[in-house]
């Protein structure tokens, strides 16, 4: 079985994306042992200047990240890759038994420390998408992932 962890920056506020995060997680339950772990946003302004806060959130991210993990930051400056590349990068890495582990950063984005710890970037689009739409896109692109591994219909 896959082992899956999404590591995000701040918490998922709204109703809705904790339904649609809850409905991937439990689509996802046959494929992986998935988990998602929040790390605390950190307020900038005044004093705190983005660059600050960044580190810090990239300080707390990284104390979360397991020493055996393959770690992949989305990135908006990473690999664009269709969902055919997503499920190869899953199957060729988690296959083997890697610990996959997904990087989300908050919104002064990824600290360089974090990238330069990931083995790999993507890019979910061109467009720059809140940190719970980057969540919940990535959790049902995993599960798109994950039905194209066990040669499933649901990617047409």
Do not use: N
Request: positive net charge.
């Amino acid at each position: 079985m896959f082992k899956l962890t999404i590591i995000a920056v701040g918490p998922l506020k709204e109703t809705w994306w904790k339904e649609a995060q809850a409905e991937y997680l439990r689509r996802l339950s046959p494929f992986a042992k998935v988990a998602v772990v929040e790390a605390a946003a950190e307020p900038f302004g005044g004093s705190v200047t983005p660059a600050t806060a960044m580190k810090r959130e990239g300080e707390r991210v990284l104390s979360r990240i397991p020493d055996d993990a393959f770690v992949i930051a989305l990135e908006r400056t990473g690999r664009r890759a269709s969902s055919p590349d997503l499920a190869k990068l899953v199957r060729e890495e988690g296959g083997a038994g890697a610990h996959l582990v997904f990087v989300i950063g908050g919104a002064p984005g990824l600290d360089p420390a974090v990238l330069a710890a990931a083995r790999a970037k993507l890019s979910i689009s061109d467009m720059t998408f809140t940190h719970e739409m980057a969540r919940v896109f990535l959790l049902e692109q995993l599960y798109r992932a994950m039905t194209i591994v066990a040669g499933k219909a649901y990617h047409l």
